[in-house]
Each structure stands twice: as structure tokens, then as C-alpha cells.
């Protein structure tokens, strides 16, 4: 069965310094997997995403993330952290023996410090 | 977001009484989403649907029952309503069930709240 596990339930930076958000996935097949944000009161927008394409996905506002198999991994970067960055972002996993329902972590809160 | 509203965003009901929220879209999309938020949980499935007139449980399901006699719409009923359905409800849409093209498209939520 598949799931998703977001290891913070907080990260805290600066501006300026680097964004690191965590996720491993348990999966049984090869997933889809994706990153979400929802800012205060708002919807859920899509950051990026990987379907067995390339394993360095490159999404929206310099965010990217790396699948990787052997760590069941799938960590959201960005370089550099701006105010308008704080926000939940949301890890999702789906595949074949999940009926491919999109499976959502729990969120992580990104907290940014001026 | 663009092709896909909820109504109502907001809703305050009584215990006890039936509530009904609608997902419309616009984009012809076979696969339709109900989840639920609530803090420290995530978004949680209460029922999805592949096609008109064929859905599907979800993680949280009691309680709720869903309708897609359009392929356009999908109603979620809470058939009575408690204070534990407290809650904002997303509906997501998918052209395909990997998401492979254009990921899940969310609407903006329904905030419904039972006093």
C-alpha cells in the first residue's frame, strides 16, 4: 500500500538561506509523486512533479525535487527562501496498487524569518 | 482555480441536518476527488469517482455519500451532519488517474462548519 511521510511538521528559515522539506514514500509500484502549496486560506497549487521521467524535477518559483529509489525519497529545495514561500507544502504519492488515488502526508508548515 | 469551482465556500449547518456540497468543473476530467482538511491530518479521501455514476470509497467515508450523474458534477452529502464534520472540504479533478499530465487541480474549498 502506499504512503507518504513528511518527517517535519515545522521548518523554520531565514530569508535568504536554503529550504529543505523532507518526504519518503513507501510504495509497492513505481509512483507519481508531487509536490503541493497552500498558503494561508487558499487552495492547494501545484509545485511539481515527477512520473518517471527525469529523477531532478525542476517546479515553479525555483522549487525542485529529486526522486530518489534507493532512499524512497522525494525532498522539496529551493536555493533561497522568500517571505512569500511561507506556506503548508503538501508531499502526495500515488501508483497502480493505490487505484493511483492521490495519498496525502500530513504537511509541513514553512515558517520564514526576515 | 481556473475550470473547477465548490459551492458553497462557506456553510454554517445544525447537527442533524443534511448538507450538500457541489463540485463543478469544466474541463471534462473522468477523475473526481472529495477530500477533507483538518490540522495534523493532512487532506484526507472521503470518496473519488472514474466516470459518471461510478465512484468509490474512501479513507473517511461514514457519513458522507457522494453523486456524479453528470460527468461535470459531483455532490457530496453529509446525510447528518455532525460536530465532527467540522471541517474544509477540497475537491480535486485529474484528466488521467496518475496525474501524469497536469497533476491534480484543486477548487478553492468549502469551509463548513456544524453547531
Known amino acids: 500500500a502506499q504512503s507518504v511521510t513528511q518527517l517535519d511538521s515545522h521548518v523554520s528559515v531565514s530569508e535568504g538561506t536554503p529550504v529543505l522539506l523532507r518526504c519518503n514514500y513507501s510504495?509497492?509500484?513505481?509512483?507519481?509523486l508531487f509536490w503541493y502549496v497552500q498558503h494561508p486560506n487558499k487552495g492547494l497549487q501545484l509545485l511539481l512533479k515527477?512520473?518517471?521521467?527525469?529523477?531532478l524535477v525542476k517546479g515553479i518559483n525555483g522549487f525542485e525535487a529529486e526522486f530518489k529509489k534507493s532512499e524512497t525519497s522525494f525532498h522539496l529545495t529551493k536555493p533561497s527562501a522568500h517571505m512569500s514561500d511561507a506556506a503548508e507544502y503538501f508531499c502526495?504519492?500515488?501508483?497502480?496498487?493505490?487505484?493511483?488515488?492521490?495519498?496525502f502526508g500530513r504537511g509541513t508548515s514553512l515558517i520564514v524569518h526576515p | 482555480d481556473a475550470g473547477i469551482t465548490q459551492s458553497p465556500r462557506h456553510k454554517v449547518t445544525e447537527t442533524g441536518t443534511p448538507v450538500t456540497l457541489r463540485c463543478h468543473q469544466t474541463?471534462?476530467?473522468?477523475?473526481m476527488y472529495w477530500y477533507r482538511q483538518d490540522p495534523g491530518h493532512g487532506l484526507r479521501l472521503i470518496h473519488y469517482?472514474?466516470?459518471?455514476?461510478?465512484?468509490d470509497k474512501g479513507e473517511v467515508s461514514d457519513g458522507y455519500s457522494v453523486s456524479r450523474s453528470k460527468t461535470e458534477d459531483f455532490l457530496l452529502t453529509l446525510e447528518s451532519a455532525t460536530s465532527s464534520q467540522t471541517s474544509v472540504y477540497f475537491c480535486?479533478?485529474?484528466?488521467?488517474?496518475?496525474?501524469?499530465?497536469?497533476?491534480?487541480?484543486f477548487g478553492s474549498g468549502t469551509r463548513l462548519t456544524v453547531v
Open positions: 480535486a479533478i485529474s484528466e488521467n488517474p496518475t496525474g501524469e499530465n497536469y497533476g491534480y487541480t
Open positions: 510504495s509497492s509500484y513505481s509512483p507519481s
Open positions: 515527477y512520473t518517471s521521467a527525469a529523477t
Open positions: 502526495v504519492v500515488s501508483e497502480p496498487g493505490g487505484s493511483y488515488i492521490p495519498t
Open positions: 474541463e471534462n476530467h473522468r477523475y
Open positions: 469517482s472514474y466516470g459518471v455514476k461510478d465512484t
